[in-house]
Structure formats: structure tokens, C-alpha cells
């Protein structure tokens, strides 16, 4: 059997005596999109914040590419390939797109005042670089977004802000995408757009896996392969979407039952 691209062994996050991450185990195979589903507080957006270094884990381990990444930092995480997302907004609204989207690549700039004053030409063939690889980005999502690089992000509408987040996250290709609620604050119309989007970005860049955390039920049955089931941040259920929500334990937790 392949070896999983993520996996998380009895992972445990405590804020005093609150249990937020209850011993979860969890795997994630390579080009997989996993959806994360259960009721607000289950520990859902805990895991992401453990994964990826903003809490320590209070026990447990996670495996990511066969390396240990537990309680790395957020920058130690990053460098490693995992990459994330929000649910609330975190761009910086008076900045570009391009600005907002090179916020996410600065792991992978080390550049000095002395690179930036003197070397002039490699700086302007790095800034070149790194406009046309943002713009490529872009333009997968929408490529007419892709001609307004320069245009500040507080003009654009939710679906674009959301796009431009995500192609922040994926500016130093990761191995792994983990997108919390990406369809916070849209309209139906909206998320569907960007969920096709997220499709045809997942097919065309080939080997990236995704884990998505999202309440809306439709979207996790259309893109996700797999998912798993939170509540008290236990994993009470976890298989294909038509399997879990025929789960009556999910469905006394989360979905409900008639």
C-alpha cells in the first residue's frame, strides 16, 4: 500500500479541562480531496490550527510525507508543503491582488535591503518571476481576475476575495491545501463558482490534495472522495458522503433526523 500523505495519530489539543481534539486519527492519501464535517465546535478548525503550528498538539503525532511535523511552527509547517486557508478573511483589503497574494510567499523570499538596493536586475527579474507565477495562478481561477493584478482587493466581491485567498495559499505550490469554510459569506451562485474552480485547479495541479472543512452538505458531497465526521472532537464517523450521512450517529450528530 502507498504510504499516506498525512497522517494524524491520536491527535489531542486540551485548553485546561476542555478536550477541543480528542485522540483523532486520521489519513489522508495523495490527490485525495477529504471534507471535515461535523456541528460548530467539534474540533474541526482546532485540527487545522494544530496541524498547522498555531496551538501545540497536547498529545499525539502528525506524520506528513513520512516526516514528523508535530508542533512545528506556522512557517516550519508551511516550508514543508501544507498550506491553509481561513474562514474569515485575511487579506489586507487596501493591498493588491498581487500584493496580497506575494503575503504568502514571503517563506520563500529571503532577500535583504542590500539584494534589494544593489542587485537591481536580479531583483527586477525575481519581481518579474514571481508576477507572472501569481497571474498564472489567478488565472486559472478567472482570467479576467488575472488582468486586474494591480487592483486593490477591497473592490472585488466576496468570490474573488476568496479565490485571491486561496491563490495565496497555493503561491508556493503545496503539497496539501487545507481550506476552512471557503464558501463562508457567498451567495449560492457564488460557491458554486468557486467550487468548480477549486475542481479544475485540483486537476491541474496535478499531485495537490485538499482537505476542506465546510457546513454546506452539497458542496461536501460533490467534491470531497472521502470524509470524516467530527462532534466533541472525536471522529465518530468517517467513508464516502452517502456513507456517513447514512450513519445514524451522524445524523442524531450533525445532520439530523426526521
Do not use: W
Not at 185 to 212: F, H
Amino acid at each position: 500500500m502507498t504510504a499516506p500523505l498525512l497522517k494524524l495519530s491520536g491527535f489531542t489539543r486540551t485548553f485546561g479541562g476542555l478536550v477541543a481534539l480528542d485522540h483523532l486519527d486520521l489519513e489522508l492519501t495523495e490527490g485525495e480531496i477529504l471534507g471535515l464535517i461535523g456541528p460548530n465546535g467539534s474540533g474541526k478548525t482546532t485540527t487545522f490550527n494544530v496541524l498547522t503550528g498555531i496551538y501545540a498538539a497536547s498529545e499525539g503525532r502528525a506524520e506528513f510525507q513520512g516526516q514528523d511535523i508535530t508542533n512545528l511552527s506556522a512557517q516550519g509547517v508551511c516550508e514543508r508543503g501544507v498550506a491553509r486557508t481561513f474562514q474569515r478573511s485575511r487579506l489586507c483589503l487596501s493591498l493588491s491582488i498581487f500584493d496580497n497574494i506575494m503575503i504568502g510567499k514571503h517563506v520563500r523570499l529571503d532577500r535583504g535591503l542590500v539584494f534589494n538596493l544593489f542587485r537591481r536586475r536580479a531583483f527586477a527579474a525575481e519581481f518579474e518571476a514571481a508576477f507572472a507565477e501569481a497571474r498564472d495562478l489567478v488565472r486559472l481561477f478567472d482570467p479576467p481576475l488575472a488582468g486586474r493584478m494591480f487592483e486593490s482587493i477591497g473592490a472585488f466581491p466576496m468570490i474573488d476575495r476568496r479565490r485571491i485567498e486561496i491563490c495565496r495559499a497555493l503561491i508556493n505550490r503545496p503539497k496539501l491545501l487545507l481550506l476552512d469554510e471557503p464558501s463562508a459569506g457567498m451567495t449560492e451562485d457564488e460557491t458554486r463558482q468557486l467550487m468548480d474552480d477549486i475542481l479544475t485547479v485540483k486537476m491541474r495541479l496535478a499531485g495537490l490534495s485538499i482537505v476542506v472543512i465546510e457546513h454546506e452538505m452539497g458542496i461536501i458531497e460533490r467534491i470531497t472522495n472521502r470524509c470524516a465526521v467530527l462532534n466533541f472532537g472525536r471522529k465518530i464517523a468517517e467513508g464516502t458522503y452517502r456513507e456517513v450521512a447514512a450513519d445514524r450517529q451522524v445524523q442524531e450528530a450533525y445532520l439530523g433526523v426526521e
